[in-house]
């Protein structure tokens, strides 16, 4: 771990943190932009999708972190608009919100 990146955090944080200190210091992800990430999203989600069929328990884990790394990378993008900002932080709320009320049977 570097030292922007605390190992006592929970793995969900360092790897949102990682994504930031990537933003910051990679010269193309700081010119990259949600439209431009959308050909990699695709891309990501077909290698999920073929190890969802065909792969291994192992394909499985590292297509779902490759899919979870765009769903990080559209937030700190996100998050550095200037009108309309939202973070991974407001991601997960909007998430969680969503579930809780879609499973009445669950959280009532």
Known sequence: MTDDVPGDTD???AAAETMRAVRDRC???QQIDHRALV???VEESAELIDAVEAGTRDDLREELGDLLWQV???????SR????PF???DVARG?????????????A
């Not at 608009?81 to 309309?84: A, G, I, K, L, V």
């Open 72 to 78: 990080l990378f559209h937030a700190e993008i996100a």
């Open 39 to 41: 050909p990699y999203l």
């Open 27 to 29: 010269v193309w992800s």
């Open 95 to 107: 998430l969680t919100e969503k579930m809780v009320r879609r499973h009445p049977h669950v959280f």
């Open 11 to 13: 793995p969900l944080r």
């Open 87 to 89: 973070d991974i932080d």
């Open 81 to 84: 608009d200037e009108t309309e």
